[in-house]
């Protein structure tokens, strides 16, 4: 078993105490449900009043804030979109899409982000306002992460471009420089301003040369007397060479180029052009990269990454990306104090920079408490092919197991769910697995959600889970004595055990009350009338009642006649036919020819041999009716067959 | 003419605009929207800003902005105005409540509920469908039962008991006294509210295989035309007066279709959403205005068809929508969003704005609707 990286937080539950009684637990699929044992402690005499609630404990909070779902929510939009993305397009092309997509991802971050912070400046509440705040820097420190992942994994700039895009990256997460140098500039004299030299300086700290170089020159107006140096200063920061990846220079020849600039700044520190001005003489050895001067900044630069970027922009701008871990150790080993352990988010962006893909996921899960970043990230690295050149012994299927475990905690809230579906759709191994234990535990307490659950399982030919919902559903339905909604539902899983059932209840309510309930259900069964032989004799014994009411006494016969050979009547209700049959037998006319007499009678001697003798023990009225209505079927069935002999013997005059 | 997004952390099941007075021109401003599958559902109201900017780029300027909402018992399983201020929603619970809207300080309040209007001896019964005629609401729910309620009453005014022995799943007028429901054994059954029987005056059915019907509307000017959609994704169009099985059946979506709409003054126009994640815009046109007979190079059979006059007697309006003219136009269908996205549960159009809501806990709005 692998040690734990960190202390576990222990979690009081209110109501109970857990000095004097034991606590029972059971795990769910995202929480634990937890409650009060009569298990005293060891030692314990008296104890106090018992708690007699169950308690649910959620790991994570997050899904069930409101604005966090939308985070959700559009990375699922996002997510289906990339998992729709062709796989027969070169490499080369895709790339420009992968970035977009992990923009996208970002923004939508921000997105959130932004309303946070909207809601914990204006709530109220302090402690509501503390977790805002909270979920505000655990997004800016994600979007942080993932903005160099994006940079260095995704994006993966040569060396040239490389520090470019950090550059971006830092200045992107370093806004707090604008916000200053507004408040600057929109003082009365700016250049008086206590943080006017603070400004400057974080712009050469980010590489902004012309912001730098047009508050100097507010500064350079004011004093007409040190012109000469401002205007050296100025010519540096405006000679200094940038990168460009589109152009026709080479690496190579930025660098020639770059380090003339570079000897040229030393030249103008050693000869103390800037002697006069000691912030100017600060501003030209930050050019040079030097060390001390960096360090001495460092609320300006307020972090090791900062520090890491603006080195290397002064001392190496066409660093490699293999070498680039070197100097961020480096760097974060003088930035920080060596006292206090780094933090998560530290280790986490050295592994970054040190090209150490599986060592970020692992961190970036221990640290936060919701698998949504290592998911979503993982998945996108995946498509971009970079997680299979790793080994590790589970190796490509970190992602599917990252999903999984997304999804599956999705799952448990009571809305999220449909977008777990299509995580698992898109987990090769087990994601169907999985779907079909949770799908069946969804509640479903109206037909509308009834029918979503369906469709998702239709469209995946979850076969098992169609008929047991429809009979959950269906049987629902019948303990509500609603037959019509249970005999839909069991024709959409096409149950004909089910569908038989429900036939029986039909029957047994017309042997009880004598009529039919239903009739719009019965009489409009349409073919669906076929899916169980119960069901079918239903409908067809139905339509001999309206048959018999229309008065067309010959179909009806018919009709009759053949729900009993053709067995599709059961046998229990063959009595109850023969009855019916009874007033047909009694018309004036004959209906019922000589054929089919015979096989009336035929049918009532397979009835009666069947029966038992008559047993003393049986209540005497019951055999009466029943040898009444023997005697009764037998006697008219005899008149009916003489009346049709002589019918069809007579011959026409 | 995109539609935009906006994510509103809870999953819609309905949308529908607040109505404008008909004598003005104004775009409606104003819709409600009612949540599903929460644990605490909620019945809100939102605002589209101004249309007073409308340069090129703009079109889409004015965010939707919630302007009020109030905590709804139960899923809203149907929504509709019933005047300027008030709307009346159908819960999963089985009560039927009306809520009022306070111009003055926007705030929703309730006006009246109907609590257990819909249920089963021993439990509730989930309340799927709501229609208004001023002040007269009718409901119907799973439980079979139709309910006519006056708004202004607290009472009911009458209940016909076992009206059906499968779901009802949507509602409509048909003419002032008389509606339309639809079951989820594939019948439509025309009920007159007039009459003291609990039969349905009439029963209308497909000849084939029965699929549930989900949604049901009537043309807005011929009220013999009804449209519904079932749960293969079918559209059919009936005329009640003649018959009783549909006259065209069109099939475009591949999953349920939950809301079907006529466009209100343009009825050429309908409007579909699905479980399918689509919602389709259905254009009836006409090729050119003479009959097609009279065209050159048409083929006997259409000019047949066309030839036959409905039977009912002169009809001087012959709708675009019975098959008898589908010779001389043809049926295009667009898509109104422009992505797939999980289910759109519910669709409303009025003028040229179109609102719909998803289960991806999204509402669009599109305010450029071709008509």
């Not at chain 2, 799973?142 to 009802?168: K, M, P, W």
Request: hydrophobic share 40%; net charge negative.
């Amino acid at each position: 078993m692998e040690e734990v990286d960190v202390e576990p937080t222990i979690t009081f539950i209110p109501g109970i105490n857990s000095k004097e009684k034991h606590i029972g637990f059971v795990w769910g699929p995202g929480d634990i449900l937890v409650y009060e044992t009569s298990h005293k402690a060891a030692g314990k005499q008296s104890v106090g009043p018992s708690c007699p609630d169950v308690q649910v404990v959620r790991k994570d909070e997050d899904i069930y804030s409101p604005i966090l779902r939308k985070l959700f929510n559009e990375s699922h939009h996002i997510f289906v979109g990339l998992q729709n993305i062709r796989d027969d397009l070169p490499s080369k092309n895709k790339k420009p899409q992968f970035v977009r997509i992990s923009k996208n991802y970002r923004s939508v971050i921000r997105a959130c982000m932004e309303e946070l912070q909207q809601i914990a400046v204006s709530t109220r509440d302090p402690a509501l306002a503390a977790q805002y705040g909270n979920q505000v820097s655990i997004l800016l420190a994600v979007e942080l992460i993932w903005n160099l992942c994006e940079v260095l994994f995704i994006d993966a700039a040569p060396a040239g471009s490389l520090l470019l895009h950090l550059l971006d990256w830092v200045r992107l997460h370093k806004a707090e420089v604008d916000e200053k140098a507004q408040d600057v500039l929109r003082c009365e004299s700016p250049t008086r301003h206590q943080f006017f030299w603070d400004v400057v300086i974080s712009f050469v700290l980010q590489g902004r040369m012309e912001e730098a170089r047009s508050m100097l020159a507010k500064q350079a107006v004011l004093q007409p007397a040190a012109q000469t140096t401002f205007k050296r200063m100025d010519s540096l920061l405006q000679k200094m060479p940038i990168y460009n990846p589109s152009s026709t220079q080479t690496l190579t020849e930025f660098e020639v180029k770059w380090r003339q600039w570079h000897e040229e700044c030393d030249a103008s520190l050693q000869d103390n052009s800037f002697a006069s001005n000691p912030h100017l003489e600060t501003i030209c050895k930050i050019l040079l990269g030097d060390d001390d001067t960096l360090l001495e900044h460092k609320e300006l630069l307020s972090t090791w990454y900062h520090y890491v970027v603006t080195r290397l922009l002064y001392t190496h701008p066409t660093v490699k990306p293999i070498d680039l871990h070197y100097y961020a150790q480096m760097c974060m080993d003088r930035f920080l104090d060596s006292q206090s352990p780094p933090e998560p988010l530290d280790s986490i962006l050295l592994a970054a920079f040190e090209f150490d893909i599986h060592q970020v996921i692992k961190d970036c899960s221990i640290a936060l408490n919701n698998w949504w970043f290592v998911a979503h990230l993982t998945d996108l690295l995946h498509h971009c092919k970079l997680l299979q050149s790793h080994n590790l012994h589970f190796g490509s299927n970190l992602r599917e197991f990252l999903l999984l475990e997304y999804a599956s905690g999705l799952f448990t809230h009571h809305s999220l769910w449909q977008l777990a579906v299509d995580y698992f759709d898109h987990c090769q191994g087990f994601g169907r697995v999985y779907l079909e234990l949770l799908i069946e535990r969804v509640p479903l307490d109206t037909e509308r959600k009834a029918l979503k659950v369906l469709r998702i399982c239709e469209n995946r030919q979850m076969n098992e889970q169609v008929r047991s919902i429809c009979k959950i559903m269906a049987k629902r339905a019948l303990r509500n004595n609603r037959l019509g909604s249970a005999l839909s539902w069991t024709i959409r899983a096409k149950d004909a055990a089910f569908a038989t059932l429900i036939s029986e209840r039909f029957l047994q309510d017309y042997c009880s009350r004598g009529t039919f309930s239903d009739l719009d259900l019965i009489d409009n069964l349409g073919p669906a009338m076929l899916l169980s032989d119960r069901l079918t004799f239903l409908g067809k014994y139905r339509e001999f009642h309206r048959l018999y009411g229309e008065k067309r006494f010959t179909e009806a016969a018919k009709l009759l006649l053949s729900l009993m050979t053709a067995k599709i009547a059961p046998q229990s209700f063959w009595m109850t036919l023969l009855i019916d049959a009874l007033p047909l037998l009694e018309q004036k006319e004959v209906i019922f020819s000589v054929d089919q007499t015979h096989e009336l009678m035929f049918c009532l001697e397979e009835l009666t041999s069947g029966k038992a003798p008559p047993n003393p023990d049986r209540p005497m009225q019951e055999e009466d009716l029943e040898t009444t209505k023997i005697e009764l079927l037998r006697l008219a069935l005899a008149r009916n067959l003489a009346m049709a002999i002589v019918k069809e013997g007579t011959v026409e005059a | 003419m995109d539609s935009i997004g906006k994510y509103v952390s809870q999953k819609i099941s309905k949308t529908r605009w607040r109505p404008v007075s008909s004598a003005s021109l104004q775009q409606p401003e104003m819709f409600a929207t009612g949540s599903w599958d929460n644990e605490d559902n909620k019945v809100s109201l939102w605002t589209i800003g101004d249309h007073g900017v409308a340069s090129m780029e703009d079109e889409f300027e004015g965010d939707t902005q919630l302007l009020c909402e109030i905590k709804h018992e139960g899923d809203v399983l149907d929504l509709q105005f019933l005047d300027a201020d008030r709307l009346v929603t159908a819960s999963s619970s089985g009560a039927v409540t009306i809520y009022r809207h306070h111009q003055n300080n926007q705030t929703l309040s309730v006006a009246h509920r109907w609590d257990r209007a819909h249920h089963y001896p021993c439990d509730n019964a989930p309340c799927t469908g709501v229609v208004c005629n001023s002040p007269e609401v009718v409901s119907v729910g799973e439980d079979g039962r139709i309910i006519l309620f006056r708004a202004d009453q607290t009472g009911v005014l009458r209940t016909i008991e076992n009206a059906d022995s499968s779901t009802i799943h949507a509602v409509t007028f048909l003419r002032t006294a008389e509606v339309l429901t639809v079951n989820s054994i594939g019948q439509l059954k025309l009920w007159d509210l007039r009459q003291q029987s609990n039969e349905p005056a009439q029963i209308l059915a497909l000849t084939g295989d029965r699929v549930p019907l989900h949604c049901v509307d009537r043309h807005p000017n011929q009220q013999h035309i009804v449209a519904t959609g079932g749960q293969d994704g079918m559209l059919c169009i009936w005329d009640v007066r003649q018959g009783n099985i549909p006259f065209s059946l069109m099939e475009d979506h591949s999953a349920e279709m939950w809301e079907v709409h006529f466009h209100p003054s343009n009825p050429d126009h309908l409007f579909t959403c699905s479980e399918d994640g689509s919602l389709l815009h259905w254009e009836t046109s006409s090729s050119s205005d003479t009959p097609s007979f009279l065209q050159s190079g048409r083929n006997t059979s259409i000019i047949s068809r066309s030839a036959i006059a409905p039977a009912g007697g002169n009809q001087s309006i012959i709708s675009v929508w019975l098959p008898g003219d589908s010779g001389k136009g043809h049926l295009e269908t667009t898509h109104m969003l422009p992505c797939q996205t999980l289910s759109v549960n519910s669709l409303d159009v009025l003028g040229q704005c179109l609102v719909c809501g998803t289960d991806g806990e999204a509402v669009y709005v599109n305010r450029q609707v071709p008509v």
